[in-house]
């Protein structure tokens, strides 16, 4: 079992920049994938990105496309999701979640049930 711990969080204006980090300890880091989602008031919580366990493939959903980079570092134990270019509507709090696989096949397919581990979310919010 892997143990997270979100942080990064906070408030910015449109248009500007956060970086959410997350904290991984266990065994199991270096070779599960790992992911981001996000849940708004009101909304289900989404599924916006992930990245396989050694970063050869990732996933974004079309909302966060070429704004959103993830990233990890095993040695680190962390993974990363820099947000650029932010918006109102990215406003939410935001999970990690460590994958029950390794990511190199079908990451763009994943769901929350591939997901096995879960940190206690940061709150990001965007003002326009």
């Known amino acids: 079992q892997v143990q997270l711990i979100d942080s990064g969080g906070g408030s910015v204006q449109a248009g500007g920049s956060l970086r959410l980090s997350c904290a991984a300890s266990?065994?199991?880091?270096?070779?599960?994938?790992m992911g981001w989602f996000r849940q708004a008031p009101g909304k289900e919580r989404e599924f916006i990105a992930a990245i396989s366990w050694n970063g050869g493939f990732t996933y974004y959903v079309d909302s966060v496309k070429g704004r959103f980079t993830i990233s990890r570092d095993n040695a680190k134990s962390t993974v990363y999701l820099q947000m650029n270019s932010l918006k109102p509507e990215d406003t939410a709090v935001y999970y990690c979640?460590?994958?029950?696989?390794?990511?190199?096949?079908?990451?763009?397919?994943?769901?929350?049930?591939?997901?096995?581990?879960w940190g206690q979310g940061t709150q990001v919010t965007v003002s326009s």
């Open positions: 266990g065994r199991t880091f270096s070779n599960s994938a």
């Open positions: 979640a460590a994958g029950r696989r390794n990511g190199d096949y079908g990451l763009e397919e994943y769901d929350a049930s591939d997901f096995g581990s």
